[in-house]
């Protein structure tokens, strides 16, 4: 059974500092891995969606890898801003099932 | 697109009484999936169809949960009777394909006294 974990659970940074947060899972046969956003009594934002085939997707100033074989996903955020404050959840795709980590609670102080 | 829409947005009732969360998905999308969010479970797969088939149930709590999705553009997700323990805010989601891009709603907000 996937089992989907994020660390840290939360990450408090001042405005403007890149960060990285982490996302793995233990079964590596996945289908798809994909990146939300989720505000405060909000529903789930799609970030990025990364196919089993590649490594890394890339918007704006976002920038998400997969390495499949050590069951890892990072999500890259550059020049952070205050509107960025969120949670971010990973989610993979395998075996007709889509498995979310608890997410990571993200502050970005101005 | 208007995306994903769900109601109601809040809804709050007494336990024993009957809940019906409606989900309007995404025009072209052909699966449908219904997520469950709290504090303590995080986001559990509650159903999810594909071409208005229900493919996988095993998430549903209980028989006192049903879905049902008569067309490519309705489903509605019903808690007869209702309990406390079913508070929570329930997710409506689309998605292209089965493996596709997933998008969400809003969410419904259920509280059960």
């Known amino acids: 059974k996937q089992e989907v974990t994020q660390i840290p659970a939360a990450l408090s940074v001042p405005e403007g500092e890149n960060l990285v947060l982490n996302c793995s899972f233990t079964?590596?046969?996945?289908?798809?891995l994909q990146w939300f956003r989720q505000d405060p009594g909000k529903g789930l934002t799609s970030l990025l969606l990364i196919q089993s085939s590649q490594r890394e997707q890339t918007s704006g100033r976002l920038n998400a890898s997969l390495d499949k074989s050590s069951g890892r996903s990072t999500l890259y955020i550059a020049a952070s801003q205050p509107g960025d404050s969120a949670t971010y959840l990973c989610a993979v795709y395998n075996n007709n099932d889509m498995r979310f980590g608890a997410g990571t609670r993200l502050t970005v102080k101005p | 697109d208007a995306g994903v829409i769900q109601s109601p947005r809040h809804e709050v009732t007494e336990m024993g009484q009957e809940v019906t969360l409606r989900c309007k998905p995404i025009s072209g999308h052909n699966s449908l999936f219904w997520y469950r969010q709290t504090m303590m479970r995080g986001l559990e797969l509650l159903i999810y169809?594909?071409?208005?088939?229900?493919?996988?149930d095993s998430g549903m709590p209980e028989d006192r949960f049903s879905a049902k999705m008569p067309n490519a553009s309705f489903s509605t997700l019903k808690i007869q009777p209702s309990e406390p323990r079913d508070s929570a805010v329930y997710f409506c989601?689309?998605?292209?394909?089965?493996?596709?891009?997933?998008?969400f709603g809003e969410g419904s907000r259920l509280t059960v006294l």
């Open positions: 169809f594909n071409n208005n088939v229900p493919i996988d």
């Open positions: 079964d590596s046969a996945i289908y798809n």
């Open positions: 989601a689309s998605s292209f394909s089965e493996q596709g891009e997933l998008f």
